[in-house]
């Protein structure tokens, strides 16, 4: 009897440990918004939120607070989606705790649309400044926007620009520079400009002196 009423006990615990942890589906790009529904979830530890992605082309990227539209080092990202039939691709985050973690859609020009993502965003990091960060265009960082080149047949052709977003960009030719050298020619000849702007300065006082 004691022996039952310890197993009893222990299957109790053991269930009360499985049942609190939750799946929480949050869908992406549903009815082809450029959002996360929800665009925040409140979970935690052992949790998994669980990204459904509705249309090809997205993205479920980890970033951070700070610099919303670039993927934080060593964090997660589900690759681009690709939708193909009724089956519906899946990402799962597993929570480790209550901290805020902060995700954005690494497509070109969707983390800057406001397509962004937060579990656990507390009063001091909030979702709306976030969302307001991404949106305001907040310029990358040197590291973000020098992008390297990756497989073009493996990736959207949509995202070809994406420098700057905190991913690779599919490109096989090599970026023009964006200031031009002033040739040779251009040089001397304003240079001749200045000296007879000079001249004729230094002309014109001696004739005064003259008079």
Known sequence: MHFTSSLVALVAATGASFVSAANMT??????????????????AAGDFVVFQFEASGHS???TSFQAPCTALSGGVNSGFSSVTSATLPTFSYAVKDTNPVWFMCSQVGHCAAGMVFAINPNSTE????????????STPSAA???????DCGSTPASSAAGGGYGYAVCSTG?????????????RDSKVASVGLSILALGLGL???TLH
């Not at 909030?126 to 265009?137: D, K, L, S, V």
Request: glycine share 8%; charged share 0%; aromatic share 6%.
């Open 144 to 150: 973000s926007t020098t992008a390297s080149a990756v």
């Open 126 to 137: 909030t979702f709306a400044a976030f969302q307001a960060a991404a949106t305001g265009g």
């Open 174 to 186: 090599t970026a023009s520079t964006s200031a031009s050298t002033p040739t040779s020619g251009a």
């Open 206 to 208: 001696t004739a005064a």
């Open 26 to 43: 949050v869908m992406v790009a549903a009815n082809g918004q450029l959002q996360f529904t929800p665009n925040t979830v409140t979970a």
């Open 60 to 62: 479920a990227t980890q």
